[in-house]
């Protein structure tokens, strides 16, 4: 069993920011990293060549794993959650007139793959909280 992972591009209007922003910032005000998480995210800054080599052996699977699921933030997952449905939130949800196009990814996060691509240094330069860019 495996977990698809999911981005939605978003290109929402003035009225829509209004509504989003405070949103999002109580989303991360409320985000928590795990130690785990932690903990790999300073590995991979330590040395971002080396930090899978060992991915077939099981702590080298649990590296991986904890990567992956650092970009993963719940208080942000529950926000999209509800914006993803016809309810929405304070008068916004997804729809096709605000949303571009989805990305989906299979058994890994989207954020832990563009975080590995860039490196440590050029994820750092991005915006938003831990590969969630609004």
């Known amino acids: 069993m495996s977990t698809d992972y999911s981005w939605l591009i978003c290109h929402p209007s003035k009225r829509d920011e209004k509504i989003l922003q405070p949103l999002f910032e109580e989303a991360v005000k409320s985000a928590i990293l795990l130690p ?5 995210l300073q590995q991979w ?3 971002p060549d080396h930090l899978f080599q060992d991915w077939k052996t099981e702590t080298g699977c649990d590296t991986y794993n904890h990567f992956v699921l650092a970009f993963v933030i719940e208080s942000i ?3 999209w959650h509800s914006l993803a449905t016809p309810e929405g939130k304070n008068g916004f949800h997804f729809s096709p007139d605000n949303c571009t196009d989805i990305l989906s990814v299979n058994r890994c996060s989207i954020g832990a793959i563009l975080a590995y691509g860039l490196g440590p240094q050029g994820f750092a330069q991005l915006p ?5 860019i609004f």
């Not at 785990?36 to 790999?40: H, K």
């Not at 938003?128 to 969630?132: H, R, T």
């Open 36 to 40: 785990q998480s932690q903990a790999v």
């Open 45 to 47: 800054q330590q040395n």
């Open 77 to 79: 997952q529950k926000l």
């Open 128 to 132: 938003g909280f831990m590969g969630n």
